[in-house]
């Protein structure tokens, strides 16, 4: 509907119930309103504008807390971070924890799912399954630490006693976890290529399927009731009474009505990805073994606060908005097929 | 609506006026409030009371929550920063000197008569003293490492007590002789615990230094480290007498203890273990206890990395001329001798490190082994740093490779010979930015750079018999 078309059905209709048309705005009406938005404004602009800035200018310098003078050195910063070997590993880190997402969103979906069922007692399954989000982020992680205990931890412990049970547990030997560099893909924790020695589970995949067990019940399986909520009843009835069973249900009326929410999801999660496993690394791992669990943001973080070199870290922080960025652009382009259900 | 925002807002202003009112309450009047930015250890309490007690004009507050030098550092030159802070290392002391926020206190001490290059244990040094020769910190103590032993494992086991200086066969032998295993062959007590990290505190012993000696390159992979390191792998995984990594986790989780040595040791997992005197703090409520000390073993020179702290003044704190008495402190009879008896490492200057009162301290008649670690102290010896590279940057290029061959990835002489060239690449890197410092480089190389506070530590250590 044009805006026009739209102003003069407006009109007419306000005409129709006897309202009368509204004021044109007066200038002072503006002054009251910008005096509220002030105190917020002069916020977003000292403390996030400012400093989004500021650090895009120190991206062009070679500012180092320990050195007096501040040179600017154009685009050294960003030559000198792809040509060091490190932010290669490093980013290949962050998109390997980032292999979790796609399993933690059709988790969260699934137990969407089965929490959108008509049964007693949901509610406390919903408040079980939300906990780890609601938990202290460091306590989970210690616990984890625990679990992925190699000799005495309860993870290895079910692992030997199903390969026992398969009768394998003389030729299979138990991941090491957090002190392994070994990891699913087999990727080389030096070189970032193939290595067959390198095939198995280690420290990558000790954050990985702990990511995956935190997201699972987290913020996208609300985001997900939220959506299968809003089904429109009419829809599933509509198909029940054409015949449709379960899947054919799921697939041809939940799912599309789904989609927003999911590519919402994915946007999402790509973002919170390549922002992550800081906290992991402090906490767990120091971004070890041999730098196999330090991603981007543990590189800024070491670069800032441990080497001091402000103006390299603000370049990868600027690297990794930029990645963030296209990311989210590619996700718009090629995902965003919302309108089309509409 | 208007009732429940109305009750919000009260809410939200009675918790303002409680949090107001839960504020430390200011010093009286003519008291100045100086912040110490510390560890969170219980000792610091004691040490800061006597202070404050001394002292009445200022009153000194703790500050555990602010440790680490990028804090420091930031919270300094954003003019929000400690009064006082400490120093762990040249590394450390050499980024507060670069950032500009260490206050030089070389003449404000030699007004009260305080030479620290005279009166303190030699190996501490480079962590007061920077590049420029001033004097920029006070040793506050030294945590240099020994070997502890359990005096009751050794009896039973009719093993005589550590006969020092003892050369790392020699040790070695011991060590197996202590290690007990299971009918299974599992060992269930270890000879020696030590964490792996804990190898570079032998390199002195093996006469290996982290660089050359004018500090241009990175000598991690001569012979003597991989000497030094192939001695601590081999406890491990050659003669089995100290837990791998993974096995000194396994054994922590077991008794519900935490982690490290020092935990272990407490639970007799290990008939010796690598630590220093600081222990005591720990384990002197201990009955069941029957501690020894010894020095650790050598190669080439009885000589071991040293540990301790020196506390520095902010330069920009509006109390440093106030905070300079915290300093006298330090040196002093009262801070030392509390030091010496908190058994909080050993008391930085030299001589209150003597006498009767020091070598059986009447409240502890037990710990006869306070001569090992003044002796320990003599010989000790700073970690190597160099001006041409950031310290965390090359530990952590280290630590990757030793993570390698800590998996078995690499051999030791691989691993190390990969970090040489690493932290040599980042040595090449900060010269091509920087002008000045490749300048700096090439009066080193032609030796035209005056020898480094801490090689000159470690060479009076290996002129001694």
């Not at chain 1, 004021?23 to 403390?47: H, S």
């Not at chain 1, 007096?68 to 998109?95: D, Q, S």
């Not at chain 1, 919402?264 to 922002?275: D, E, K, L, R």
């Not at chain 1, 870290?313 to 965003?336: C, P």
């Amino acid at each position: 509907m044009s805006p026009a078309r739209d102003s003069t059905l407006a009109a007419k209709t306000r005409v129709a119930i006897g309202e009368r048309p509204p004021r044109r705005r007066k200038r002072n009406d503006l002054i009251p309103a910008l005096l509220f938005l002030l105190p917020n404004l002069f916020g977003f602009a000292l403390f996030t504008v400012g400093p989004v800035g500021f650090s895009l200018l120190a991206s062009f310098t070679d500012w180092n807390l320990t050195q007096p003078k501040v040179r600017w050195v154009a685009l050294e910063n960003f030559g000198g971070m792809l040509g060091n070997h490190a932010f290669w590993v490093y980013l290949v880190n962050t998109l390997y924890f980032m292999l979790g997402m796609p399993i933690a969103i059709v988790g969260s979906l699934a137990l969407a799912l089965l929490l959108n069922q008509k049964a007693r007692g949901l509610v406390a399954f919903r408040t079980l399954l939300y906990l780890p989000s609601f938990t202290a982020g460091v306590a989970l992680m210690i616990l984890w630490k625990a679990l992925y205990n190699p000799d005495f931890g309860p993870i290895n412990y079910a692992i030997g006693a199903a390969l026992d049970l398969l009768g394998l547990a003389r030729d299979v030997s138990l991941p090491q976890w957090l002190n392994a560099t070994q990891n699913m893909l087999g990727i080389d924790p030096e070189t970032v290529r193939f290595s067959r020695a390198q095939v198995g589970l280690g420290a990558r995949d000790a954050l990985l399927w702990m990511g995956v067990w935190t997201a699972v019940g987290g913020g996208n399986m609300l985001l997900y009731l939220a959506a299968l909520a809003n089904v429109p009843e009419e829809l599933t009835e509509a198909a029940e009474l054409d015949g449709a069973g379960s899947w054919a249900k799921f697939r041809s009326v939940v799912w599309p009505q789904l989609a927003p929410t999911t590519f919402f999801i994915v946007v999402m999660s790509c973002i919170g990805g390549f922002q992550g496993g800081f906290d992991q690394a402090r906490i767990m791992t120091n971004g070890g073994p041999a730098g196999t669990t330090t991603t981007l943001a543990f590189h800024i973080y070491q670069k800032a606060f441990e080497e001091f070199q402000m103006g390299y870290a603000s370049a990868v922080s600027w690297a990794l908005f930029a990645l963030v960025f296209l990311v989210t652009v590619a996700n718009w382009r090629f995902g965003n097929r919302a309108g089309d259900w509409e | 609506m208007k009732a429940t925002l109305a009750t919000v807002l009260l809410g939200l202003l009675l918790l303002s006026v409680a949090a107001w009112r839960d504020q430390p309450p200011a010093p009286p009047p003519g008291v100045t409030k100086l912040v110490w930015v510390s560890d969170d250890n219980p000792l610091r309490r004691e040490q800061v009371r006597l202070f404050n007690r001394l002292n009445q004009d200022l009153e000194v507050s703790l500050d555990p929550n602010n440790g680490g030098n990028e804090k420091v550092i930031v919270q300094s030159i954003a003019g929000v920063g400690p009064d006082l802070f400490d120093c762990f290392n040249g590394a450390d002391l050499d980024a507060y000197y670069r950032a500009g926020i260490a206050l030089d206190v070389t003449d404000r001490l030699a007004d009260h008569g305080i030479d620290i290059r005279q009166g303190f244990w030699p190996a501490i040094l480079p962590t007061s003293i920077g590049p420029d020769g001033r004097v920029y910190g006070v040793p506050t103590n030294v945590g240099h490492n020994g070997i502890w032993f359990h005096k009751e494992i050794f009896e039973a086991d009719g093993v005589p007590f550590p006969k020092t200086p003892w050369s790392t066969e020699e040790f070695i032998e011991v060590a197996k002789k202590l290690t007990k295993r299971d009918s299974t062959g599992r060992v269930v007590r270890y000879g020696f615990l030590i964490d792996y990290w804990g190898w570079r505190a032998f390199m002195p012993a093996f006469g290996a230094s982290l660089y050359s000696r004018d500090r241009t390159r990175c000598t991690i992979d001569s012979p003597e480290s991989i000497a030094c390191l192939r001695f601590v792998h081999a406890l491990m995984h050659v003669h089995r007498v100290s837990p791998t990594p993974t096995e000194e986790s396994t054994m922590s989780a077991q008794g519900g203890w935490g982690m490290g040595s020092m935990t272990l040791f407490g639970a007799r997992r290990g008939a010796m273990a690598l630590g220093g005197r600081w222990w005591l703090a720990t384990y002197r409520g201990r009955q069941d206890l029957q501690l020894g000390a010894a020095e650790p073993p050598f190669e080439r020179f009885r000589a071991w990395t040293s540990a301790g702290r020196t506390t520095m003044i902010n330069k920009n704190s509006p109390n440093r001329e106030k905070a300079v008495r915290w300093l006298l402190f330090l040196a002093g009879q009262e801070y030392n001798q509390l030091i010496n008896d908190q058994a909080d490492g050993l008391a930085a200057v030299k001589r209150y490190c003597e006498g009767p009162r020091f070598l059986l301290n009447p409240r502890f008649p037990e710990e006869d082994h306070n001569a090992v670690w003044r002796e320990v102290s003599a010989r000790a010896v700073p970690e190597a740093t160099s001006p041409f590279v950031n310290q965390r940057l090359a530990n952590r290029l280290i630590d990757v490779q030793v993570d390698l061959l800590r998996t078995n990835q690499k051999p030791i002489e691989k691993a190390l010979r990969d970090a040489a060239r690493q932290v040599d690449a980042a040595i090449a890197q900060n010269l091509e930015k920087d002008p000045e410092l490749r300048r700096k480089y090439e009066r080193a190389q032609r030796g035209e750079e005056p020898v480094p506070v801490d090689e000159q530590a470690f060479e009076l250590v290996r002129q001694m018999p």
